[in-house]
C-alpha cells in the first residue's frame, strides 16, 4: 500500500498530525473536564485533515497529467535540437577554418619548394 497515495500526507506527516490532535484533544480533556470540546475538537481535527488530504491528493492528480502529458519534453526536446543545429554549425564553420589553414600552410611551403628547384 502506497501511503502517500491513500492519505496524500506521508507516513510520518500522518502520525505527527494524528499526534499533536490526541495530545491537544487530552489537554483540552484535562483542562475542562467537559468532553464535549474534545468531540468538537476531534471532529474539527478530522475535517481538517479530510480537506488537507483533498488538496494534496488534488494536487499530485495534476502534477502526474501536467508529467504525462510529454508537453515539457517537447520543450525539452526542441531545445536540444536547437542547440544540437547551433553546435552543427559551429562545427562546419571550424572545418572552413581548418580547410583554409590547411590550404594556406601547404602553398607557403610550395614557393619554397620552388625555390629550391631552381637552384
Not at 499530485?60 to 542547440?83: I, K, N, Q, Y
Amino acid at each position: 500500500m502506497n501511503w502517500k497515495k491513500v492519505f496524500g500526507l506521508d507516513a510520518i506527516n500522518t502520525a505527527i498530525f494524528a499526534t499533536v490532535s490526541v495530545a491537544i484533544g487530552l489537554l483540552i480533556a484535562v483542562e475542562t473536564g467537559d468532553p464535549e470540546p474534545v468531540i468538537w475538537f476531534g471532529c474539527t481535527a478530522l475535517v481538517t485533515f479530510g480537506v488537507t488530504r483533498s488538496i494534496l491528493l488534488h494536487l499530485r492528480a495534476r502534477e502526474e497529467r501536467t508529467e504525462s502529458s510529454g508537453a515539457w519534453r517537447l520543450a525539452e526536446a526542441e531545445a536540444h535540437l536547437a542547440e544540437l543545429e547551433e553546435l552543427r554549425q559551429r562545427v562546419a564553420e571550424l572545418e572552413e577554418r581548418a580547410d583554409f589553414s590547411e590550404r594556406l600552410l601547404a602553398g607557403k611551403d610550395e614557393p619554397l619548394r620552388l625555390e629550391r628547384e631552381r637552384r
